[in-house]
């Protein structure tokens, strides 16, 4: 297991940028992977991104792609989501997940389902 805390989300104006941090606990953080999912109000959550635990392989929604890119750095035990050209569709509270991949370095997931740590989420907001 795995505690998992975001960062860096505020407000924004329409083609800005946010860089998000989710700072996880423990030794063992480089064998899980992450996912990044958001939700805003009245609607489902849904995948943003992901990483694999080695960092090599990523996957990105198609409504972000080209403006996010998700990092780890498994020194700092942590994962970032660089945002770029924020759109007022991108306004949501962020979450970050995190799931065992001890079999796989590159495996990556999009299903929430998949994944059994969550964080506490952070509030991004762009203004038109």
């Known amino acids: 297991q795995v505690q998992l805390v975001e960062s860096g989300g505020g407000l924004v104006q329409t083609g800005g940028s946010l860089r998000l941090s989710c700072a996880a606990s423990?030794?063992?953080?480089?064998?899980?992977?992450v996912g990044w999912f958001r939700q805003a109000p009245g609607e489902e959550r849904e995948f943003v991104a992901t990483?694999?635990?080695?960092?090599?392989?990523?996957n990105y929604a198609v409504f972000v792609e080209g403006r996010f890119t998700i990092s780890r750095d498994n020194i700092k035990n942590t994962v970032y989501l660089q945002m770029n050209s924020l759109k007022p569709e991108d306004t949501a509270s962020y979450f970050c997940a995190a799931r065992e991949s001890f079999l796989s370095q590159s495996s990556l997931w999009r299903s929430e389902s998949e994944y059994s740590n969550w964080g506490q989420g952070t509030q991004v907001t762009v203004s038109s």
């Open positions: 990483i694999s635990r080695s960092g090599v392989n990523t």
């Open positions: 423990g030794r063992t953080f480089s064998m899980y992977a």
